[in-house]
């Protein structure tokens, strides 16, 4: 055999482990692509209910929330009826009922039955002024007025 049958034989051999090696190349390239299919397949099957599951979901949230918001316009219209109301009451009967406490108060001060002690006045050492929050004794006020 001669240098140039030799170097036709490497060079055969060497195609044959190239052509070897890219044809398991392209068989695990292959599989790879397999399995990449079959997952994005299993994937999309089920993918497509859970978007349909999620849209209906948010489909009934949004009626709730619709449902909460009337029932918020509705408490709000009945807490303004009853703030008017409220006013509207306390404007009809308030001053009519503290004149008529007062003017209780008046006769009850008049006949004598009133909160003084007997004989229509006060005992000095129990009232009180009321300063800023915070009660002052009788002993002091007078110390206070000398």
Same mark, same amino acid.
């Given at each position: 055999?001669? +240098? &140039? ?7 055969? &051999? ?25 997952? &994005? ?7 497509? @209910?859970?978007? =349909?599951? =999620? ?11 619709? $449902? ?10 009945? !807490? ?13 009967? +308030? ?21 003084? =002690? @007997?004989? +229509?006045? @006060? @005992?000095?050492?129990? $009232? $009180? !002024? ?8 009788? =002993?002091? $006020? ?5």
């Amino acid at each position: 055999m001669s +240098g &140039v049958e030799v170097a036709g034989i490497i060079v055969a &051999v060497f195609w044959a482990i190239l052509i070897s090696f890219l044809a398991v190349a392209l068989v695990r390239l292959a599989q790879v692509l397999r399995a990449t299919t079959k997952l &994005v397949s299993e994937v999309t099957d089920q993918a497509v @209910p859970l978007l =349909a599951d =999620a849209s209906s979901t948010v489909r009934s949230a949004r009626t709730q929330l619709d $449902r909460v918001d009337a029932i918020a316009s509705d408490v709000q219209e009945v !807490t303004s009826n009853a703030s008017a109301l409220s006013s509207t009451v306390a404007t009809a009967f +308030g001053g009519p009922l503290v004149k008529v406490a007062a003017f209780g108060y008046g006769v009850r001060k008049a006949l004598g039955k009133g909160d003084a =002690a @007997p004989g +229509g006045v @006060p @005992p000095r050492a129990s $009232r $009180r !002024t009321v300063i800023v929050g915070r009660t002052v004794p009788a =002993a002091r $006020r007078r110390k206070q007025k000398d």
